[in-house]
Nanobody
Framework: QVRLDECGGGLVQAGGSPRLSCAAS????????MGWFRQAPGKEREFVAA????????SYEDSVKGRFTISRDNAKNTVSLQNNSLKPEDTAVYYC????????????????WGQGTQVTVSS
């Protein structure tokens, strides 16, 4: 079992740059590929970014490329999402997720999920 706890959300102005973090506990963090997803009100959960267990491979959803950066610190069992140049349409609950197999952009591929952290972007 892996427990994931996100933090770093809140109310930010458009153009802001909050950093979301996800702390993992339980199984060996190094074994897991990690992803960030988000869900806006009335919409389905969507992929944001993913990172391989080693941190050498990353992928992003097109609308966040160049604005968001995913990273991980295996010594601290954390994965982060640096959000830059936020827009009102980035408003959502952001979730981190973990899976043993290689990183994926499909939410159904992930085995473990955090509770999420709300990010609200005001214009």
């Amino acid at each position: 079992q892996v427990r994931l706890d996100e933090c770093g959300g809140g109310l930010v102005q458009a153009g802001g740059s909050p950093r979301l973090s996800c702390a993992a506990s339980g199984r060996t963090f190094l074994n897991y590929n990690m992803g960030w997803f988000r869900q806006a009100p009335g919409k389905e959960r969507e992929f944001v970014a993913a990172i391989s267990w080693s941190g050498t491979s990353t992928s992003y959803e097109d609308s966040v490329k160049g604005r968001f950066t995913i990273s991980r610190d295996n010594a601290k069992n954390t994965v982060s999402l640096q959000n830059n140049s936020l827009k009102p349409e980035d408003t959502a609950v952001y979730y981190c997720a973990a899976r043993i197999r290689r990183a994926s952009s499909h939410s159904t591929d992930y085995d473990y999920w955090g509770q999420g952290t709300q990010v609200t972007v005001s214009s």
